[in-house]
């Protein structure tokens, strides 16, 4: 008889993103720092490159490897900068930008009270990855966030 292996493992969301990074340990140990990140697992080569790593910020799970250009496959650095944002909700927004900003982090918006009910901000980490951090604050019905969204333009 054969065993089914659920197709998504245990822990893990369907979809969750894949970084390339110029320097994956130093980028590892500024995760921890800057964003209390936990690493899961590491996988290097006997080089000592990260072939693959898996760290978890709160709930949001997200993986990372140092680049492999001979593959295609480089970081926002080596290619000029990111058409991607990683979104991730934390308790305390504010707590998580000053730890940040102090590990080496770029911000870019600082926290603010939004129309659709999180206080959200933006950073830059040291090795061109943009995040937006969040803290849900307030629960709004799509009706009123369409109301908000529209006074949003008004002003």
Known sequence: MT????????????????????????????????????????LEEPSGKVAHAEMRIGTASFSLADEYPEMNIRGPKSIGGTGVIIQVYVEDVDALFKRAEAAGATVKRAPTDEFYGDRSGTLEDPFGHVWMFQ???????????????AAFFTK
């Open 135 to 149: 803290s849900h604050k307030e629960d709004v019905s799509p009706e009123e966030m369409k109301r908000r969204f």
């Open 3 to 42: 065993t089914r292996v659920n197709p998504i493992p245990d822990g893990y969301k369907s979809a969750m993103p894949y970084l390339s990074v110029a320097g994956a340990a130093a980028a590892i140990a500024f995760y921890k720092e800057a964003f209390g990140a936990e690493e899961t697992l590491r």
